[in-house]
């Protein structure tokens, strides 16, 4: 069984057959999958979308790359609506994100930061986890994490990175999540520090329909493609592949909540 702990099914590339691909999904033991938010303008078609199937969870936020586009009233709208959704029973609510910082855009750090800590600060009072958007900003997330005492953890997304770093990000409370780039034979850094870290801290995602897979036949990612990343996963670890699938399987579930089987 496997959770693709990261996925924009929400995109318009997989509205036309998504019936089918809910369905290849299940065929390949592929039970859950999170989708995490990037602007206001889509909260409420994915919070529809999980509702139609019971399988999809999502998660709530505002990605830095939208922060231009962001509104007056976002921000309490956020939190307005995470609090509703948690006072839910049985929500498929289950994180905050995706929120982060980003050296590559144009959006100055400061703005970045303003909303990565007004987020954070959602999240905290609300007791969500956080999906992090992390790209050049390593050292800085840790900082702000540490100063703000943010003690709900969340995930990594696509993580890339230095055996010390991962660690650091592991004793905060997160997982980290490992997607198509371990499949790139150029990924040495990557796949070397997964050979260390404790099984427990590892989840499975595709990011579809980016982060493509190596030699990947088709335009967009997609969720289908967790088995190709498990089996890269497998060959860097020393466990059996039902141990390393169940623990990852249980780590996703943890960190998510997740309760529906």
Not at 78 to 86: F, G, H, R, V, Y
Not at 87 to 100: D, F, K, T, W, Y
Not at 136 to 159: C, D, E, N, P, W
Request: net charge negative; with cysteine.
């Amino acid at each position: 069984m496997f959770i693709d702990s990261h996925c924009h099914l929400n995109f318009d590339c997989f509205k036309k057959d998504l019936n089918h691909l809910l369905v290849d999904l299940k065929q390949a033991h592929i039970n859950h999958v999170i989708i995490p938010a990037t602007d206001a303008q889509h909260w409420s078609d994915i919070i529809a979308l999980c509702e139609q199937y019971p399988e999809l969870y999502f998660a709530l936020g505002i990605h830095p790359h939208f922060l231009t586009s962001i509104k007056e009233g976002d921000l309490a709208l956020l939190e307005s609506t995470l609090d509703n959704l948690q006072r839910q029973p049985r929500s498929h609510c289950v994180a905050l994100g995706e929120i982060g910082l980003d050296k590559l855009i144009e959006t100055s750090m400061e703005t970045q930061e303003s909303l990565f800590l007004a987020q954070l600060a959602i999240a905290q009072r609300l007791q969500l986890p956080v999906i992090l958007h992390v790209v050049k900003t390593q050292s800085r997330i840790l900082q702000l994490l540490k100063q703000t005492k943010f003690s709900y953890g969340g995930v990594y997304h696509a993580f890339s990175g230095s055996e010390e770093i991962a660690n650091e990000f592991i004793k905060l409370g997160f997982k980290l999540g490992i997607g198509g780039v371990i499949t790139h034979p150029t990924a040495k850094k990557t796949q070397s520090t997964l050979k260390n870290l404790p099984l427990s801290s590892l989840l499975l995602e595709t990011d579809a329909p980016d982060m493509p897979i190596y030699q990947q036949q088709t335009v967009y990612n997609s969720p289908l493609n967790i088995p190709l990343i498990f089996d890269a996963l497998c060959a860097l670890r020393e466990e059996p592949r039902d141990v390393i699938a169940q623990q990852i399987y249980n780590n996703s579930k943890s960190i998510f909540s997740i309760i529906n089987d």
